[in-house]
């Protein structure tokens, strides 16, 4: 009996040699469309769909494929001699092979001037059912939805006649992984467009990255994914210029120091540890940003991960290239300054698009065993808080400068966070402590004699007022909390009694 394939694909990549070498393995091949035309031009032999269903396609080629001829030849279970005996009474011929790849959802809604009308006209309905079909039936059906398995299902089908159980099922598993990302996307298409921000169910899909040697640890096994929609100003979207691959650890660090560069608009520098910020810096240029960022923790940031806003010059090279550093993440590199940080063997240098900000809308997930959750990411600044000033003595310019220094930056250090900030830099972080005097004793033994004169940033209320005491007996001036607690006064009052002024933003900060 001659074997027949089904071959319908919108990208056509690598089409013609995959047709003509199943021809030459006595395949007959059906197809529509515009993969009938090409195959046609091609001078290769094809049967039209519309000649074995017997039925044209009708509106403007919605329906062409949904039709028993091929969906009974796709589901025939060859081993039950009852279904080989109904499609035979219904003139059905059994079919071998499917390749089938589907319309552009994705590129088309990519295009920010996409009308609703024609994303939903991208949304393919033939093209997933023939696949699903031919995916379930894969005991006895070959199903390609890939270009890259082409050659592999010809070399199988060359060295033994027909692919074996294991191959089909492994191409069975990429169509249902396939489809389901094709209805994911389409679903989260759909679902912004209602407003829906919580749906009853939640269906994400992600593209892979790249594999990664290990994980946290090296006994952990790991791989890198990302978003469908690229976005060029995330660790995702990165381009890596120099250096060897990045590691589950490295990508995570980078991910928090672009985090915080972000955040702003002078320029910036950020060197993360651990997913902390150790210092950050903002200056007139970018070297003396660098500076501030360096000076704040010589020590921490030594094998750490920095972050530039701005292009990195040479000046700003020569510093970095004397520290041991794992990335250095910025807009762009002047070519002396790449060909000085190049030298370096084992850094990697990144660049990341600063054009855009990260997505408003964004949402973070979180994975705990058995679930996940869900929630808009924090993107809450100064400019949207309420400030009251509930202390005897209000800020002054320069400490209120500081103040938003501390308040950006503490939004980036793992809760309970004391952060002191001072001259366009921070000077001592406490970060992911037990309690909140904790975390502003270890911050303020970190800035030693540089705290007199500071401000501290706190990224929740005080429950007591014992930090208020730590602080102003450092020689902090000007504190900055959400504010809210029951002990509120006593935090003022203490603040009083040391002439520090303080403000409430009424925004909390957590970050776990």
């Known amino acids: 009996m001659t074997k027949r394939a089904l071959i319908s694909v919108f990208d056509k990549e690598g089409l013609i040699p995959f047709v003509n070498s199943l021809t030459k393995l006595g395949y007959e091949i059906l197809s529509t469309g515009g993969t009938k035309k090409a195959i046609e031009a091609a001078g290769l032999p094809v049967v039209s769909v519309s000649d074995v269903t017997g039925f044209p396609e009708i509106l403007e080629g919605r329906v062409k494929t949904l039709h028993p001829a091929l969906h009974g030849g796709f589901l025939a279970d060859r081993s039950k001699e009852s279904h080989l005996e109904q499609i035979k009474e219904q003139g059905i011929e059994p079919i071998d092979l499917v390749a089938v790849n589907l319309y552009p959802f994705k590129q088309t809604v990519a295009n920010p001037d996409v009308t609703y009308e024609d994303a939903v006209e991208n949304i393919d309905i033939g093209g997933p059912s023939m696949l699903r079909a031919a995916a379930k039936n894969h005991a006895s059906v070959t199903v390609v939805c890939d270009a890259a398995d082409y050659d592999t299902v010809i070399e199988a089908l060359e060295t033994h006649g027909e692919t074996d159980f294991e191959l089909r099922q492994r191409l069975a598993a990429k169509v249902f992984r396939y489809t389901a990302a094709y209805d994911a996307l389409i679903a989260d298409y759909l679902t912004k467009k209602t407003g829906e921000a919580f749906p009853e169910s939640f269906t994400v899909t992600f593209e892979k990255n790249q594999d990664l040697r290990y994980g946290e640890n090296p006994h952990q096994k790991a791989a890198f994914y990302k978003e469908a929609f690229e976005d060029a100003s995330s660790i995702a979207g990165a381009k890596q210029l120099h250096g060897k691959a990045l590691s589950y650890n490295n990508i995570r660090d980078a991910d928090a120091a672009l985090s915080i560069v972000q955040e702003f608009d002078k320029p910036a520098v950020v060197a993360v540890k651990h997913m902390n910020p150790c210092g950050i810096g903002i200056g007139e240029t970018i070297e003396a940003a660098f500076q501030k960022a360096y000076e704040a923790d010589p020590v921490s940031i030594f094998g750490g991960i920095v972050a530039s806003n701005q292009e990195i010059d040479v000046a700003t090279a020569e510093h970095l290239r004397q520290i041991f550093l794992e990335i250095i993440i910025a807009p762009s590199y002047t070519p002396e300054a790449f060909e000085i940080l190049s030298k370096k063997k084992n850094i990697r240098l990144l660049t990341v698009s600063f054009e855009q900000k990260a997505k408003e809308e964004s949402q973070q997930l979180t994975s ?81 004699e540089k705290a007199k004169g500071s401000v ?42 040391y002439g520090i002024a303080m403000v409430f933003t009424g925004i909390r900060h957590f970050k776990h």
């Open 456 to 497: 501290l940033a706190s990224d929740a209320f005080f429950p007591m007022n014992d930090t208020v005491e730590e602080a102003a007996k450092a020689g902090v001036t000007a504190i900055i909390q959400p504010g809210g607690s029951i002990k509120d006064q006593d935090s003022i009052d203490m603040a009083d009694q």
């Open 368 to 448: 705990v065993h058995g679930g996940l959750l869900i929630q808009d990411s924090d993107r809450l600044g100064l400019e949207e808080a309420e400030l009251t000033y509930p202390t005897k003595r209000k800020p002054t310019e320069d400490e209120m400068r500081a103040l938003a220094l501390g308040w950006k930056a503490v939004k980036h250090v793992k809760s309970n966070a004391i952060v002191l900030a001072k001259d366009d830099c921070t000077i001592g972080i406490g970060a992911g402590q037990m309690n909140r005097v904790g975390a502003a004793k270890i911050a303020i033994e970190q800035a030693g």
